[in-house]
């Protein structure tokens, strides 16, 4: 069975950082990239950032020159470091890994952790 489990997330003040952690356990067949998204009260879930199996990453402009992703392929992780967290970083932040198999796409999806960003 996949799972995919986040942690991190935590309350910061405005300025600070936090790294997140996403573990995938079990097989994943055909990864095409791992990533971010988060969703704050009221709004939909938005990308935060991607990573390929090659290594291009992909950042939403809102996080651009603050947030970096990377990767650990021997462990199956994927990280988030956040650095000048502003309040509206603050979300659920979800790990999401996307594989591509016969021309479908399938989405794996961790249970989110919290970041608090306050003012």
């Known amino acids: 069975q996949v799972q995919l489990v986040e942690s991190g997330g935590d309350l910061v003040q405005a300025g600070g950082s936090l790294r997140l952690s996403c573990a995938v356990s079990g097989s994943i067949f055909a990864i095409n990239a791992m990533g971010w998204y988060r969703q704050a009260p009221g709004k939909q879930r938005e990308l935060v950032a991607t990573?390929?199996?090659?290594?291009?990453?992909n950042y939403a402009d809102s996080v651009k020159g603050r947030f970096t992703i990377s990767r650990d392929n021997p462990k199956n992780t994927v990280y988030l470091q956040m650095n000048s967290l502003k309040p509206e970083d603050t979300a659920v932040y979800y790990c999401?890994?996307?594989?591509?198999?016969?021309?479908?796409?399938?989405?794996?999806w961790g249970q989110g952790t919290q970041v608090t960003v306050s003012s």
């Open positions: 990573i390929t199996n090659g290594g291009t990453t």
């Open positions: 999401n890994v996307e594989s591509r198999w016969l021309g479908k796409k399938y989405d794996y």
